[in-house]
């Protein structure tokens, strides 16, 4: 894999903040303390991340709802002054309606187009968009994920391997292109091949109270080697006794594996008998019930129409 000449990509990160979801999660996202924390997340995480990159060759694109408050809108014009993020304002956002955005923000249209999903609660590793752009293929179309990443919960930083993690990219022609939201992260591969990057960990998920789609995976690592790629966005995680390693390894690790193996087995059953509509149905109920009080994920309910 050679490196790939950056000034031919238009690359776009793609940021849903609180666009408008149907069903219950409307009624969380409407709420103050939930907009609140989310940008406090924001703020911490996601936004110094994508600030950090090594590669600037990048357009970062950020959707919010058009009823947001004034107090969000006034902290996004803040954002805005220091060039950080374009933001804009729709209540759905289909695939055009995406690539109108997109082409109403770049110079011109390059030879390739690189867009990648960013969750608004999480981060990346400075070298996370070099490493995506560094990607070359002869293939038309090609799914793009650094399969290496860390979870943060509180005080603990664990290093986990995931293949079809929401960190995806979709690198493409101009020629009608689908772009990352056109299928869900783990589904893209069934549309277009896969690259999977190894290496070092080129994503940080952060597992907090609101978030219930999110757990703990992976093991228990110190932070310390971590550091150069994700900063401070590592402050405040502990360095791990030795005893903390070993029950993570013989007691926390294999009942993490026995949980997350049984939530696999139930969701692909509920998926076989009613479809991908179906388990969106199981989950709204699910998250009505128990999850009200703490809020939901800001992932899409959803891949956009196209």
Avoid at 162 to 178: H, I, K, L, Q
Avoid at 275 to 290: M, Q
Wanted: net charge positive.
């Amino acid at each position: 894999m050679r490196e790939s000449n950056k000034t031919s990509i238009n690359h776009i990160l793609l940021t849903r903040f609180n666009l408008p979801s149907p069903g219950v999660e409307s009624l969380i996202r409407a709420k103050e303390g939930w907009l609140r924390q989310r940008v406090g997340l924001f703020e911490k995480y996601c936004l110094p991340s994508v600030a950090a990159q090594t590669n600037r060759n990048f357009v970062w694109m950020i959707y919010f709802d058009p009823a947001s408050p004034a107090w969000l809108r006034d902290r996004i014009a803040s954002h805005v002054k220091h060039g950080y993020y374009a933001p804009i304002y729709r209540e759905s956002v289909s695939n055009a309606e995406m690539m109108g955005d997109i082409r109403g923000l770049i110079d011109r249209e390059r030879e390739v187009l690189i867009t990648t999903n960013l969750d608004n609660d999480d981060g990346i590793a400075v070298d996370f968009v070099d490493r995506v752009q560094a990607v070359t293929t002869a293939q038309e179309r090609v799914a793009i994920y650094l399969v290496n990443g860390l979870i943060r919960r509180s005080e603990g930083l664990y290093l986990y391997r995931y293949p079809r993690n929401a960190f995806n990219s979709v690198r493409e022609s101009w020629s009608a292109p689908v772009m990352a939201w056109s299928a869900w992260h783990t589904e893209l591969g069934n549309r277009m091949p896969v690259v999977e990057l190894e290496g070092s960990p080129g994503w940080l998920q952060i597992v907090h109270g609101s978030n219930v789609s999110n757990r703990v995976q992976g093991r228990l690592v110190a932070p310390t080697p971590y550091r150069h790629e994700f900063g401070r966005l590592l402050d405040g995680v502990a360095e791990p006794r030795l005893l903390d390693l070993g029950r993570d390894q013989f007691i926390s690790r294999p009942v993490r594996f026995v949980r997350e193996s049984g939530r696999a087995t139930g969701k692909r059953l509920v998926m076989g008998l009613l479809g991908r509509d179906g388990l969106d149905r199981v989950k709204l109920l699910w998250r009505t019930r128990f999850g009200l009080r703490q809020g939901l994920n800001a992932g899409p309910a959803k891949p956009p129409a196209s």
